[in-house]
């Protein structure tokens, strides 16, 4: 069954463009593209797509629609994916969508777009109940944050090794295993992680999210 999908765009040349490379796969269907965010929300009340591709900003402001548009369907159709393009590589904006979870969002530089391949794994990825964010924006994570402040300096070595595993996507099953701890003392550390880096009282599908990613733009800092 096709993949079908809601675009969201104001500039017409890129929405038409966006909307036939997605037509050329045939197993992705374009419902409907919009030009802002109130017939982005209009399109998804009347197609019930599979997911949203939105760019992050659109009338009637032109600042942080595709956000907003995600926040709202996080309430109204809460299985339903969205996937944000955006030319920002500011990591706020990705921090921003996933403020309630990573569940079902995504979070992609529009240079990606001209990969369709890599566009249309992320809009399944996302239709599916992953999360998919574009790399770069680590790096955004690192120009941002100064390794001397970095809240991980807070972790203790065992709690660093653990927050490495998890980057590595490892449940805390796996994780016990490469570091022949138990699954009970995973859970300790990885409570112990999360608390020292404020993330407590998060979701916690988003808040390993926020650790790997701060976990990442150090090393990458390196």
Known sequence: MALRVVMAEDNFLIREGV????????????VASCGDLDSLLEAVAREKPDVVL???????????????AAEKLRDTDPELGVVVLSQYDEPHYALALLERGARGRGYLLKQRVS???????ALREVS???????PLIVEGLVAARSKASSPLDQL???????????AQGKNNAAIAAALTLTE?????????????????QEKDVHRRVKAVLLFLAESSSV
């Open 156 to 166: 203790t070595a065992r709690e660093r090794e653990v927050l490495s595993e998890m």
């Open 19 to 30: 909307r036939e490379l997605l037509a050329s796969d045939p197993d992705v269907e374009v």
């Open 128 to 134: 599916r109940g992953g999360s998919v964010i574009d």
């Open 184 to 200: 009970r003392a995973i859970e300790r550390h990885i409570n112990a992680i999360f608390s020292k880096l404020g993330l407590s």
């Open 54 to 68: 939105t760019d992050i900003r659109m009338p009637p402001t032109e600042s942080d629609e595709g956000i907003r």
């Open 115 to 121: 990969d369709l391949d890599q566009l249309v794994a």
